[in-house]
């Protein structure tokens, strides 16, 4: 197997990769720490965690030994810091996200702070061609003050989501599992009339709108779904884990099924982003319907060995033209290369079993 797997890495060398979900680098030149570095490979948000345990996680130990690697130091903490600390920035950027094989980034625009670049810096720092995806709940978070009704709402957000498909964005992108459960619920009007006026009261108090709760965000997605479908661009889905924000037991993909059956949706391309511990039912959606696509962004590097299994277990049923690579990865560079470099292997070593095994033939 290994030989197999190590062949067709070899015939990958050259071939570019589409992150289709990615985030924003932190603008350099700045100073990273140990604790910043342990914070990027893992998705708690109690400090504690980076503090005191991400050291002790498989993950973190393959990221060091992956990052070590192409820096030629010792695999620590210490060393890869040194070496960056003593690195030319941008040169230093520029080479691991080389090395990182992209082609293209789709990027996700919702998780951006001040220090991130924006898109067309991005392309000029690191020569990698960037695209926007567009995040539904910050799109739809910003055009509820103005709005005099839902109906008013889900109109603005749809020609907001026109307008920048128009100014050439990708795709758009639903956080709904952190906002509400994804098991989709038709739209109850009474429900989503009182929720609306609760969050515009918030919006005229000056206080930050914050979409949340099941009426709000199961009628957002659902008109998103619906000019996703015209637009013809992908809706990508965040499910399964991510930061402790989200409840995971209301993660599963399984969740989404109306987008799946009802006909006003047909059409229209669903991209399942992460999965993981639900990538076994992302992987049977993607076998029972044609405009169902997934991928283990987050899981490929952070579950450690389980990456690898997790991609075995996708190809159960996942046809290999519906898997598709995203790093997940955002803020630094060791993160993109991390995410690269392993999910390139996962996949070569599945592939490479199923070859060995199955007499299957990797396509493209
Ligand atoms: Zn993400």
């Not at 990698?128 to 799109?139: K, N």
């Not at 033209?321 to 995203?326: D, F, P």
């Not at 803020?331 to 993109?336: D, G, I, K, L």
């Not at 199923?354 to 396509?363: D, F, I, N, Q, T």
Request: charged share 25%.
């Amino acid at each position: 197997m290994a030989d197999v797997a190590g062949e067709l890495l070899r015939a990958w060398a050259d071939q570019p990769a589409i992150d289709h979900h990615c985030h924003p680098l932190r603008r350099w030149p700045f100073h990273l720490t140990a604790v910043e570095l342990r914070g990027a490979f893992t998705e708690a948000l109690d400090p504690q965690m980076a503090e005191r345990h991400v050291v002790h996680t498989a993950a973190y130990h393959d990221a060091l030994r992956r990052i070590a690697g192409e820096l030629e130091c010792a695999a620590t903490e210490g060393a890869i810091l040194a070496y960056r600390r003593a690195a030319e920035p941008g040169e230093y950027a520029r080479r691991l996200m080389t090395r990182t094989g992209t082609g293209v980034m789709l990027v996700d625009s919702g998780f951006t702070t001040a220090e991130s670049f924006t898109l067309p810096e991005q392309e000029n720092a690191v020569g990698i061609t960037q695209r926007e995806i567009i995040r539904l709940e910050t799109v739809a978070e910003s055009l509820i003050e103005n709005a005099g009704d839902p109906r008013e709402w889900f109109g603005a957000v749809r020609t907001a989501l026109r307008a920048a498909v128009g100014r050439g964005a990708v795709g758009v992108k639903t956080i709904c599992a952190y906002r509400a459960t994804l098991k989709l619920q038709p739209v109850d009007t009474d429900a989503l009339g009182l929720a609306f006026s609760a969050i515009q009261l918030r919006a005229h108090r000056a206080e930050p709108p914050r979409l949340s709760g099941s009426a709000l965000c199961h009628a957002l997605l659902f008109e998103a779904a619906l000019e996703c479908r015209e637009l013809d661009v992908p809706l990508q889905v965040h499910c399964g884990f991510g930061d402790p924000d989200e409840d995971l037991a209301e993660t599963s993909p399984l969740g989404l099924r109306l987008l799946f059956t009802d006909p006003a949706y047909r059409g229209l391309r669903v991209a399942l982003l992460h999965c993981y511990p639900y990538h076994r039912e992302a992987g049977y959606l993607c076998s029972v319907f044609p405009d169902v696509y997934m991928d283990l962004s987050l899981t490929i590097p952070f579950a450690g060995l389980e990456g690898g299994r997790a991609m075995r277990e996708a190809l159960g049923l996942c046809p290999t033209s519906k898997l598709l690579y995203a790093s997940d990865a955002s803020r630094y560079p060791e993160v993109f290369l991390v995410a690269a470099t392993a999910h390139r292997e996962a996949l070569a070593d599945a592939l490479g079993e199923l070859v060995e095994r199955g007499g299957h033939r990797p396509s493209s």
